[in-house]
Nanobody, 121 residues
């Protein structure tokens, strides 16, 4: 009974900002790496940013300097601050997390339902 619940998507003009949030709920032992992926219409899903449990981050080249990923372990949440948005950032954004459900088991990968981000020119 683990779920990832996303919020914060919407419509914004080019140059604007959005902040995406994702919270893990349910019963689990720990959360390892969390991340954000996106999939534009007609394109493959791609990694946008990820963050480990201890704060190490990784970004796609296309968003470096514009997006910032962070997490709040006490809230089991991950965030994506998106600044200087471009029309090419338009996509469905998905939250992703590797979750250890019980001590000693390998992590299981979970996906959120996705939230639409549309950047108009």
């Amino acid at each position: 009974q683990v779920q990832l619940v996303e919020s914060g998507g919407g419509l914004v003009q080019a140059g604007g900002s959005l902040r995406l949030s994702c919270a893990a709920s349910g019963s689990f032992f720990s959360i390892n790496t969390m991340g954000w992926y996106r999939q534009a219409t007609g394109k493959q899903r791609e990694l946008v940013a990820s963050i480990t449990s201890y704060g190490s981050t990784n970004y796609a080249d296309s968003v470096k300097g514009r997006f910032t990923i962070s997490r709040d372990n006490a809230k089991n949440s991950v965030y994506l601050q998106m600044n200087s948005l471009k029309p090419e950032d338009t996509a469905v954004y998905y939250c992703n997390a590797d979750i250890v459900r019980y001590r000693g088991l390998r992590p299981v990968n979970y996906w959120g339902q996705g939230t639409q981000v549309t950047v108009s020119s």
